[in-house]
């Protein structure tokens, strides 16, 4: 038997793996009950009823979907106001965050992360070669622009900025974008949870040729698992995306339903109003706990601190209920938890475990 260890590239052999939030079906098989998820900032009210008629009446599975996006640009340009020259869609901004590292990564080359953030930053950097320097956030969880300027070098391609940043729910002043901009290195702001901020820096793409901007629809529009994303580039670099992406990277299936969901706006602000108030309601109820401190937030989540206890203790007691929220095991999180704001009912379900549990945390 030959070893097929010897053929792996010997860079990845033995990194890491991401690791990702769990679907519905395998949690409840391993713990035999229904669960409450809130830990992935998934939509709990799903996508829009028009996306499940428009995927049953679609006729053309057996087509392969238009590999340079047409349909899809024209509608996000309406949508944004962005030109749609400007704009490429993914299988969820995860595969343009990887578009973008294999596009100006050579080994060695350094990328900025800004943690605590999103995990995909280092994970993909890692895999496509890069180096990662880590410039922590401040205490408050703001970027710390001057530290990021500092950490700069010849070898630096990337910044990444996720605003509103998971997992701490706080944006990114237009002040302190300008001023990475300016240090000529590839800025790519993360606006996963624009819907819920309605804070963009989607004014600077035009002035900008080294700004890249991130959306998706996983979040507002509740089409996490159709897996479909996009962004504001520079027209130079869609140019050269497009040609090192997969050709039929968006499925047909995503397409239909992204077609369908700006069609029905109405609705989905209706929702993404309604998860806002929610995320307000629960930061109130878990203010009023005391022994636990939620950070304001402008996503669809909170951040909490734990001031007395063991944030890895009630997480585990928690899903011993049937309820799941995310525990991130790294500095600067160790004790706290994340929860995505759900349903009322979902708020209420998850206080009154948290007051059963206090006496014991």
């Not at 993914?90 to 100006?104: C, H, T, V, W």
């Not at 928690?318 to 004790?335: A, C, K, S, T, W």
């Amino acid at each position: 038997m030959m070893d097929i260890n010897r053929l792996i590239r010997s860079d990845i052999a033995d990194k890491g793996k991401y690791i990702p939030v769990e679907p519905v079906d395998v949690l409840e098989r391993r713990i035999g009950r229904k669960i409450l998820k809130l830990d992935g900032n998934e939509n709990p009210y799903g996508c829009s009823p028009e996306v499940y008629r428009a995927l049953a009446e679609y006729p053309h599975y057996h087509i392969y979907p238009d590999p340079e996006q047409r349909e899809l640009k024209e509608l996000l340009e309406q949508y944004t106001g962005i030109d749609r020259r400007q704009i490429l869609c993914g299988a969820g901004s995860d595969e343009l965050i990887d578009l973008l590292l294999r596009l100006f990564l050579e080994p060695g080359d350094e990328v900025v992360n800004c943690p605590p953030t999103f995990g995909m930053y280092p994970f993909c950097t890692d895999i496509c070669g890069g180096k990662i320097v880590q410039v922590p956030r401040k205490e408050d969880f703001s970027v710390d622009t001057a530290a990021v300027i500092k950490a700069l070098s010849e070898k630096t391609k990337i910044i990444f900025i996720a605003s509103p940043n998971n997992p701490t729910g706080n944006v990114t002043g237009e002040q302190d974008v300008v001023s990475l901009l300016d240090t000529g290195k590839i800025v790519v702001v993360d606006e996963a949870y624009f819907e819920f901020s309605n804070i963009t820096m989607a004014g600077l793409v035009r002035k900008y040729n080294n700004l890249v901007i991130l959306r998706t629809f996983s979040k507002w529009a509740g089409l996490a698992g159709l897996r479909v994303g996009y962004g504001f580039f520079p027209e130079e670099i869609v140019e050269h995306l497009m040609r090192i992406k997969q050709p039929y990277n968006v499925n047909i299936a995503a397409q239909v339903a992204v077609k369908a969901s700006l069609l029905d706006m109405d609705y989905l602000q209706s929702n993404i109003s309604s998860i806002i108030s929610e995320r307000e309601r629960l930061f109130a109820l878990l203010k009023d706990l005391k022994w636990l401190e939620p950070y304001p937030s402008q996503g669809n989540f909170l951040l909490c601190l734990l001031l007395k206890g063991a944030a890895q203790e009630l997480w585990s007691r928690l899903r011993e209920r049937g309820i799941f929220v995310r525990y991130f095991d790294e500095q600067r999180l160790q004790n706290c938890l994340r929860i995505s704001a759900g349903r009322p009912e979902d708020s209420d379900a998850l206080l009154e475990a948290l007051r059963d549990i206090e006496p014991v945390v």
